[in-house]
C-alpha cells in the first residue's frame, strides 16, 4: 500500500520533483520556488500566434510546462527553439517535444547556443529565465540579443516576482509595459511585454 503511495506520488509529482532537485542543485538559475503553473504558461503563451510566419523563441522552459502552453496554441513543435541550460531538463523535454527544437545552452550566449540557427529570426519570444538573478548590464544584454532577434513590434514576455520590470525601459532601444498579474501562481508573478520600437 505506501509502495503504490510512493509510486502514484512520484508520477502524479514528477516534473514538481525534478524541478526542486535542479533548484536545490543549481540556485541562480532556477530562480522559483515552485514550477510554473498552467494559469500563467497559459498566460506567457498567449502572446504566440501559430500562423505567424517566423518561429518561437522559448529561454528557460524547465519541466515544459510553457512549453506545452505554447503548442498547445496550435504552434507546430517544429517552429519551436527552447533554450535550457539544465542538462537533465534538455533531456526530459526532448523525450516530452521530439519534434520541437530543444538547445541545451546558455540563453545569454545566444550565438554558440543556436549554433547553425544563429541566424534565424523569430516572430516572439517567451522567457521564464530568473533574470533578477543576475547583474542588470547582463539582463540588458540578453534582452538586448533577443529582441534583434524579433521583428521590430513583436513582444518578448518576461516573468517575475518582483514589483517592478526586470529591465527598465531604454527609449530609443525597448519599451516595456505590464502584462499581466497572475494571482493563481506559486508565487503570483508579474509578467511584462518587451518590443523594440517600430
Known amino acids: ?18 524541478f526542486l532537485a535542479n533548484a536545490k542543485a543549481q540556485p541562480k538559475t532556477i530562480g522559483a520556488v515552485w514550477p510554473t503553473g498552467a494559469v500563467m504558461a497559459r498566460r506567457m503563451a498567449s502572446i504566440v500566434d501559430p500562423q505567424a ?18 503548442l498547445g496554441r496550435g504552434l507546430p513543435p517544429e517552429r519551436l527553439y527552447a533554450v535550457e541550460y539544465a542538462a537533465e531538463f534538455v533531456s526530459e523535454l ?29 516572430d516572439c519570444a517567451v522567457s521564464a529565465l530568473p533574470l533578477l538573478n543576475f547583474p542588470l548590464a547582463m539582463r540588458e544584454h540578453l534582452l538586448a540579443d533577443v529582441l534583434g532577434r524579433l ?11 518582483g514589483p ?5 525601459a531604454r527609449p530609443g532601444f525597448w519599451t516595456v509595459e505590464r502584462y499581466d498579474f497572475v494571482l493563481r501562481n506559486i508565487p503570483p508573478a508579474r ?6 520600437p517600430v
Open 53 to 70: 510566419a517566423l518561429p518561437v523563441l522559448e529561454l528557460g522552459p524547465g519541466t515544459g510546462c510553457i512549453t506545452k502552453a505554447i
Open 151 to 161: 521583428s521590430a513590434g513583436r513582444p518578448m514576455i518576461q516573468f517575475s516576482y
Open 191 to 196: 509578467l511584462w511585454l518587451y518590443r523594440k
Open 1 to 18: 500500500m505506501i509502495n503504490n503511495f510512493a509510486r502514484n506520488f512520484r508520477s502524479r509529482f514528477a516534473d514538481e520533483l525534478r
Open 164 to 168: 517592478f520590470a526586470p529591465v527598465p
Open 94 to 122: 526532448k523525450r516530452r517535444f521530439p519534434d520541437a527544437n530543444i538547445l541545451g545552452g546558455d540563453a545569454f550566449n545566444l550565438d554558440d547556443t543556436l549554433g547553425e540557427f544563429r541566424d534565424q529570426k523569430f
